[in-house]
């Protein structure tokens, strides 16, 4: 065969192979979007209205003094008083009927753990934070102060937005669905969302919708039950909050102990004790300084909700989890928990956002809200 | 039999091509679920399914790759027979 044939068979036979790789290629990004679509674009409601296990949480109203009145501590400690744990036997006994009948078991589907470990940020030790009050709210059900804190220069600088909330029940701390649907896809804008449910004062929630795992209980009703890889938050109708990883979720204890919202997003940032975590859950990706949204406990009734600013070189750089956690365990919070970040990190108040977005409002799956009241 | 044939050679045409599509993909997902694991790219009903297909594929392939290299090795071994014998007999 003569050498210029050859290479012109050659050529043919290149040109053949790359097109054959290009088709593949093309059916390979044709299935990533089918998923794509499919799992993160297409919104679908699910037909599941969940299971109510905290039918009355108007039982246990007034449990806890809003600061100033009379009988308010400052770190009471769960069930302390009698009237609470009478009011809550009650409950719980009603609880361990609605709850075990129908969901017996939580189905657990872990993938496998990425841990960080946590790189305290020892610099925020000798730097003095700027405190700045812009907006209080006192109704007759709960008493919410919020700040605006700077700490930091220049690029380095670090805006936060400080929630202090004290609520005579935690039926006041309440979560709003997108739409007002249970579902996957389903997306609204955080501020439409407040609005459409007359909310004063919301954060960003955990983002359920985003996907099909993960423990999800809303306003005393259970939704989803099996368990992700992901650490989870629980806030019980006694007004303590509890995070768990996810070999250490007990479902039915749970259930048992009356759960009023849980969360699954995280990390978990505090050990409970209020000391920042050794390792966090979370990929180093994700631990970049980023915007941030967390929810932290102090005591009974008393809860801190953290929005960070960030991805805003002189305003805010963003945190990075270790960094939350600090902040969280600075704000004298036992137990933390990190929700959903980014882009829908945002705290809402009185019809407009009160930190400054990093991108582009993002539409998310639900919030954490406060009622407007008088 | 004319179909048979036809098919058995699509099948074979597409067993390779569907293990590298599907590979593909799940390289992808596992670099978007790297990234954000929250989304569960890896891990929900769709790619469940997908990955059940990735495994028929492959072990599909692993069966036709290994049955290839044993036909393979049987010609190379009795042509190797063949000319020891052929050799012989000329000797």
Same mark, same amino acid.
């Given at each position: 065969?003569?050498?210029?044939?050859?290479?012109?068979?050659?050529?043919?036979?290149?040109?053949?192979?790359?097109?054959?790789?290009?088709?593949?290629?093309?059916?390979?990004?044709?299935?990533?979007?089918?998923?794509?679509?499919?799992?993160?674009?297409?919104?679908?409601?699910?037909?599941?209205?969940?299971?109510?296990?905290?039918?009355?949480?108007?039982?246990?109203?007034? &449990?806890?003094?809003?600061?100033?009145?009379?009988?308010?501590?400052?770190?009471?400690?769960?069930?302390s008083? *009698?009237?609470?744990?009478?009011?809550?036997?009650?409950?719980?006994?009603?609880?361990?009927?609605?709850?075990?009948?129908?969901?017996?078991?939580?189905?657990?589907?872990?993938?496998?753990?990425?841990m960080?470990?946590?790189? !305290?940020?020892?610099?925020?030790?000798?730097?003095k934070?700027?405190?700045?009050?812009?907006?209080?709210?006192?109704?007759a059900?709960?008493?919410?102060?919020?700040?605006?804190?700077?700490?930091?220069?220049?690029?380095?600088?670090?805006?936060y937005?400080?929630?202090? !909330? %004290?609520?005579?029940?935690?039926?006041?701390?309440?979560?709003?669905?997108?739409?007002?649907?249970y579902?996957?896809?389903?997306?609204?804008?955080p501020?439409?969302?407040?609005?459409?449910?007359n909310?004063?004062?919301?954060?960003?929630g955990?983002? %359920?919708?985003?996907?099909?795992?993960?423990?999800?209980?809303?306003?005393?009703?259970?939704?989803?039950?099996?368990?992700?890889d992901?650490d989870?938050?629980?806030? @019980? !109708?006694?007004?303590? &909050?509890?995070?768990?990883? $996810?070999?250490?979720?007990?479902?039915?204890?749970v259930?048992?102990?009356?759960?009023?919202?849980?969360?699954?997003?995280?990390?978990?940032?505090?050990?409970?004790?209020?000391?920042?975590l050794?390792?966090?859950?979370?990929?180093? @990706?994700?631990?970049?300084?980023? $915007?941030?949204?967390?929810?932290?406990?102090?005591?009974?009734?008393? %809860? &801190?909700l953290?929005?960070?600013?960030?991805?805003?070189?002189?305003?805010?750089?963003?945190?990075?989890?270790?960094? !939350?956690?600090?902040?969280?365990?600075?704000?004298?919070?036992?137990?933390?928990?990190?929700? +959903?970040?980014?882009? *829908?990190?945002? &705290? %809402? @108040?009185?019809?407009?956002?009160?930190?400054?977005?990093?991108? +582009?409002?993002?539409?998310?799956? +639900?919030i954490?809200?406060?009622e407007?009241?008088? | 039999m004319?179909? #048979? =044939?036809?098919?058995?050679?699509?099948?074979?045409?597409?067993?390779?091509? =569907?293990s590298?599509?599907?590979?593909?993909?799940?390289?992808?997902?596992?670099? #978007?679920?790297? #990234?954000?694991?929250?989304? =569960?790219?890896?891990d929900?009903?769709?790619?469940?399914?997908?990955f059940?297909?990735?495994?028929?594929?492959?072990?599909?392939?692993?069966?036709? /790759?290994? /049955?290839?290299?044993?036909?393979?090795? =049987?010609?190379?071994?009795?042509?190797?027979? /063949?000319?020891? /014998?052929?050799?012989?007999?000329?000797?």
């Amino acid at each position: 065969m003569k050498p210029e044939s050859k290479r012109k068979k050659n050529r043919s036979l290149y040109l053949k192979i790359a097109l054959i790789a290009l088709g593949d290629l093309l059916a390979a990004a044709l299935c990533v979007g089918i998923v794509v679509l499919f799992h993160y674009v297409l919104p679908k409601q699910y037909e599941d209205n969940g299971i109510v296990i905290a039918q009355s949480p108007e039982k246990i109203a007034d &449990m806890f003094a809003l600061p100033g009145e009379e009988g308010f501590e400052e770190n009471p400690k769960a069930g302390s008083g *009698s009237h609470i744990e009478d009011d809550l036997t009650e409950l719980q006994e009603n609880l361990s009927g609605a709850g075990s009948g129908k969901k017996d078991k939580f189905n657990t589907t872990n993938t496998g753990t990425s841990m960080v470990e946590a790189e !305290l940020n020892t610099e925020w030790n000798t730097m003095k934070t700027t405190v700045t009050e812009i907006a209080k709210k006192r109704t007759a059900h709960y008493d919410l102060t919020v700040t605006k804190r700077e700490i930091g220069e220049g690029d380095d600088k670090v805006t936060y937005f400080v929630a202090d !909330l %004290y609520v005579r029940n935690v039926q006041y701390l309440r979560t709003a669905f997108a739409r007002g649907v249970y579902g996957k896809n389903i997306r609204q804008f955080p501020d439409t969302i407040s609005r459409d449910n007359n909310a004063l004062f919301s954060i960003s929630g955990d983002f %359920y919708g985003n996907s099909e795992r993960g423990v999800v209980i809303r306003n005393g009703v259970l939704y989803r039950e099996n368990v992700a890889d992901a650490d989870i938050c629980v806030l @019980y !109708l006694d007004g303590t &909050m509890e995070t768990y990883s $996810p070999s250490a979720f007990d479902g039915e204890a749970v259930l048992k102990k009356g759960a009023w919202q849980a969360w699954t997003f995280g990390p978990q940032l505090l050990d409970g004790s209020g000391a920042v975590l050794d390792q966090f859950r979370t990929t180093s @990706y994700l631990n970049k300084e980023n $915007p941030r949204c967390a929810i932290g406990y102090v005591a009974p009734g008393h %809860y &801190m909700l953290v929005t960070v600013d960030g991805r805003d070189d002189g305003y805010s750089r963003g945190v990075t989890i270790t960094e !939350l956690a600090q902040i969280m365990a600075k704000l004298g919070c036992q137990t933390a928990y990190n929700l +959903d970040g980014g882009n *829908s990190a945002c &705290m %809402y @108040y009185e019809n407009d956002y009160l930190n400054r977005l990093s991108g +582009d409002e993002r539409a998310i799956s +639900d919030i954490i809200y406060l009622e407007a009241e008088e | 039999m004319k179909y #048979l =044939g036809k098919i058995k050679r699509a099948v074979i045409w597409l067993l390779p091509h =569907g293990s590298i599509v599907l590979g593909a993909a799940f390289i992808t997902f596992w670099i #978007l679920d790297y #990234l954000n694991p929250m989304i =569960g790219f890896l891990d929900n009903a769709i790619t469940d399914w997908l990955f059940l297909a990735f495994c028929i594929f492959n072990l599909l392939n692993g069966i036709l /790759s290994a /049955s290839l290299v044993w036909k393979h090795m =049987g010609k190379k071994k009795r042509k190797a027979e /063949s000319t020891e /014998s052929e050799k012989a007999e000329t000797e």
